[in-house]
Each structure stands twice: as structure tokens, then as C-alpha cells.
């Protein structure tokens, strides 16, 4: 028993790498409601996240806060069948601090500023949900496949579970066979649940030199702080006359928490009044994490001894090293006078550069293989504009499009990914799309921001690895099509002082 507890630990593969390495459009109502176009702009909490140089705009000292509510919706389409959950919560979106200071007048550097500041970067709440019907494939025929012909006692993960739970058979041959008869379907049922996000607190110093160049260095510190409970069940009514009713249900719970540390710099230069440009650079992040995890198994109506059998795993932890790709971003922002702006920002990733190391600096060779072959670089565009309607309101609006961290050909390719313990269940991310608008009021010292944001994030959710059996070729029935629908209300409120 004790050798079977100690089997459940897996490598972490490319999907949980790209799971803490991606970013979502959050920050400030300001920052969210141009899409987040800020990094030719800058003076603001979320803009200085992106590009450090946007300390420098700031001429006076500010403090903000702002939360979000934010709404989850998740449609998904898994052999013609569809289901859809909702998910909402309330979190802190962004806060800080910004310090200015003048020097002398007799200097060039109009402003050396310095700021705190924390910012939401990711948010993993939502509730996926799969269901089809009559299968002809299960995810026995996965198990008991790559079960080969060991030996019952040295059995481990879902080989494990499934031969305590009477789901796999050994054959004289010394294969493994699945507890279902040749022409028996399943009714396949999937539900994931996600909670948290990562979070990063900036050290941000920077300068204004002669109200032409603004240059910024800042430190970042990123938390990770991710839940994952999923559940897979299949059923088969039987067939009459030979085979009776029998289910079975997988249960696996994993919990990421660990930090990071990177380091950015950024420039914005004004060579005329209307016009300004932006560049910005952030060092790869580099995380420490621990994954925590455990799973149990159930079968209904399998074996001669018991209706219901089970077998569990306790939990068990995993520390690990990830590096997470760095960036470079480019923007320009128009100026209309004091009336608006029109603003755009490009991202360049590359995420063939994350990497997966053990506790010891050691590299997951054949994980960072995998993330090479099928990671690709990846642009980011963010479009945005404000309109100044009064001297106190303001008007804005955006839209952004973030690409696809896979090949186009992932999903046709049907490659087999690994995951953490044994989770079974993992996706290629298809990009997002995020339509963004909202408002702002400025009284003297005083400010608040409203925005609205809409993402829509498409996935291949692969429930497990379908392997293709006697050289078939079929793709569309492995896989359910996804779409994540996130809306963010966001408020911000603040002062300048």
C-alpha cells in the first residue's frame, strides 16, 4: 500500500507550463477600458505594469484601488452535445502607490518618481462542463493501453486505481483489456472546476527627462495561486442479455501556489506633441512551485464482490522550476490636442522559451522537447482610444486580440500531452478576443474610472489522450470545442495629490 501511495506523481508537462504563463487583460478601469493600449501613454497604476517608463508621465503624487466583478460564462460543443456554466466572483483587480519627486529647476529631469503597486494578471474562474452520448471509445481503452503487460504489483496512477477498481482485466497474454465487451458504448460526463489567479506586486522607479524621454526600471514579484477539482464519469446502459449496467467516476483535485521574480525596462519618447512611442522589455519570470495533489477512483457494478469499489490516492506535493517567456512590447499613441488619443500596442512572445526544470536546476528534457515542437511565437495586439467629451468626462474603448500559444495544426496532430498526477484532462488554447468600453470622471484631485471588458477565449478541451487505435484517423470526436465568455466590471477610484 505504501508503494502505491508513492506512485501518483507525474512530471509536470507543456500544459500546466502555458497554464502560469499566459496573461489576461486586467489592471485598472482606465487601463481595461482602451484594452489595455497603454504603452505609449503610461500615468497609470496598470500602465506602469506594462511599460515601466509610464512612471515618468506622472506629475504628481496617486493612490487607487480597484475591484472587479467579474462573470464567467463557458459553452461547450463535445460531439453535437452542448452544456453550459457560469461562474462569478469578486477580486482585487489593482492598487498602489506612485511618489513624485522635482528636482531642482535647473535640471533636465522635470520628475523622478517612484511606485508600488499591485496588479491582476490572470484569472482561472470558471466551470467547464463536457457531455456526449454513445461513444465508441473510452478512457479504458487509454488506460489499459498504456498499462502494457506489467506486472499487477508494480501497477501505477490510473493503471493503478482502475485494476482496484476492477475497470481493467489482465489478459493470458499479460496485456490489459478494459472491463467493457467490442461494440459497448459509454456515456462520457466532464466537469472542471478553476479558482485563482496570479497576482504581481512592482517596484517601479523612473524619470522624465525634459518632458521628451521618460525611461523606467521595475522589479515584479509574481504569485501563483491556482485550484483545480475535476470530474470524469462515464456510464454504459449494458446490452440486454449479456452485459449489465456499470459506471465509474475519476476524481482529481491539484493545487498550484509558488512565486516569481522578473525584471523590466521601458522608454517613451515624444518627438512632437501629438505623437509618442513606446517600448518595453520584460526578462523571462522565473517561479519556484510546489503542486499538490490527490485522486480517487469509483466503479458501480463491475466486480462479483461489491456494487461499488474504490481506491484513492492521499495527497501528495511535487516542487518544480518553471520559466515563463519574456516579452517585448511596442506602442504608439496619436494625440488630438486635449480632446483624444488613439493608442496601439504590440506583444511579442515566444513560447518555445518556457522551460521546466526539478527542484535541483535540473531540465525536464523531454517536457521542454515537447513545449519546442509545439509552441510557437505568438502577437498580441491592443487597440484603444478616449474621447474627452468634457473637462471632467471622459469616453473610451478598445478591443484586443491575443494569439494562440499552439500550432495551428495541434488539435489534427493529436499529440499525447502530459499533465500533472493524474489528470487526464487538458486543452490547446485557440486565442481570445476582448471588447472593451467605459468611462471616466475627473473633479480636482479626485478620479473614478468604469469600465466594461468582454473576453472571448476559444480551446480544444480533450477530456484525455484518445489514442487512435489500428491507424484511424479521426480528430473531430476527441475533442469539445470551447469558448470562454469572461465580463469584468471594474471600478476604480483614486486621488492625485
Not at 482585487?92 to 529631469?109: A, D, E
Not at 442479455?241 to 482529481?252: A, W
Not at 521574480?261 to 515624444?270: C, D, P, S
Not at 519574456?326 to 483624444?340: E, H, P, Q
Request: charged residues 15%.
Amino acid at each position: 500500500m505504501l508503494c502505491a501511495l508513492s506512485l501518483l506523481a507525474s512530471a509536470q508537462g507543456e500544459y500546466d507550463a502555458l497554464k502560469y504563463s499566459q496573461g489576461d487583460l486586467l489592471g485598472t478601469a482606465r487601463y481595461m477600458g482602451m484594452a489595455g493600449a497603454f504603452g505609449a501613454l503610461g500615468g497609470d497604476m496598470s500602465a506602469i505594469h506594462q511599460n515601466p517608463a509610464g512612471i515618468g508621465i506622472y506629475r504628481s503624487s496617486e493612490l487607487s484601488l480597484t475591484p472587479v466583478f467579474s462573470m464567467s460564462g463557458v459553452k461547450s460543443v463535445y460531439d453535437g452535445t452542448s452544456a453550459n456554466n457560469d461562474k462569478m466572483s469578486v477580486q482585487l483587480n489593482s492598487f498602489g502607490y506612485v511618489g513624485s519627486f522635482r528636482p531642482s529647476n535647473n535640471s533636465n529631469v522635470s520628475n523622478i518618481n517612484f511606485a508600488i503597486t499591485y496588479n491582476r494578471i490572470k484569472d482561472y474562474n470558471r466551470v467547464v462542463g463536457l457531455r456526449s452520448f454513445n461513444k465508441p471509445t473510452s478512457m479504458l481503452d487509454m488506460i489499459a493501453s498504456s498499462s502494457g503487460k506489467i506486472n499487477p504489483d508494480n501497477l501505477n496512477g490510473l493503471s493503478y486505481l482502475s485494476w482496484e477498481t476492477f475497470l481493467i482485466n489482465r489478459e493470458t497474454d499479460g496485456y490489459y483489456s478494459p472491463a467493457l465487451i467490442q461494440g459497448e458504448t459509454v456515456d462520457p460526463t466532464m466537469y472542471m472546476k478553476e479558482e485563482g489567479g496570479i497576482g504581481e506586486l512592482d517596484l517601479t522607479l523612473g524619470a522624465n527627462w525634459a518632458h521628451f524621454m521618460y525611461l523606467g526600471l521595475g522589479v515584479g514579484f509574481q504569485s501563483i495561486d491556482y485550484s483545480m477539482a475535476s470530474s470524469y464519469e462515464e456510464s454504459t446502459p449494458g446490452i440486454t442479455g449479456v452485459t449489465d449496467p456499470m459506471s465509474f467516476e475519476l476524481r482529481n483535485a491539484l493545487s498550484t501556489t509558488g512565486s516569481g521574480v522578473n525584471v523590466k525596462i521601458g522608454a517613451i519618447i515624444k518627438p512632437f506633441s501629438f505623437l509618442r512611442f513606446g517600448f518595453a522589455l520584460h526578462s523571462p519570470t522565473y517561479y519556484t512551485l510546489t503542486d499538490a495533489f490527490g485522486t480517487d477512483m469509483t466503479s458501480w457494478g463491475v466486480s462479483d464482490q461489491s456494487y461499488e469499489d474504490s481506491e484513492r490516492f492521499t495527497e501528495e506535493t511535487a516542487s518544480y522550476e518553471l520559466t515563463v517567456p519574456g516579452k517585448i512590447t511596442y506602442s504608439m499613441a496619436y494625440l488630438f490636442g486635449k480632446k483624444g488619443l488613439l493608442s496601439f500596442d504590440c506583444d511579442v512572445l515566444d513560447y518555445r522559451e518556457m522551460a521546466l526544470k526539478d527542484v535541483n536546476g535540473l531540465p525536464y528534457d523531454s517536457e521542454n522537447t515537447s513545449i519546442n515542437n509545439h509552441m510557437q511565437t505568438v502577437y498580441n495586439l491592443r487597440f484603444g482610444g478616449e474621447y474627452r467629451v468634457t473637462d471632467n468626462l471622459s469616453l473610451r474603448a478598445g478591443t484586443a486580440w491575443y494569439g494562440s500559444a499552439y500550432k495551428d495544426n495541434m488539435t489534427a496532430a493529436n499529440p499525447a500531452i502530459e499533465t500533472a498526477g493524474t489528470v487526464t484532462q487538458y486543452a490547446f488554447d485557440k486565442g481570445s478576443r476582448y471588447y472593451t468600453g467605459g468611462f471616466g470622471y475627473r473633479s480636482g484631485s479626485f478620479f473614478m474610472d468604469f469600465a466594461v471588458t468582454n473576453q472571448q477565449q476559444k480551446e480544444n478541451i480533450f477530456p484525455y489522450y484518445d489514442q487512435p487505435i489500428n491507424g484511424e484517423n479521426r480528430t473531430d470526436n476527441r475533442y469539445a470545442s470551447v469558448t470562454t465568455n469572461r465580463m469584468n466590471v471594474v471600478l476604480s477610484t483614486g486621488f492625485r495629490f
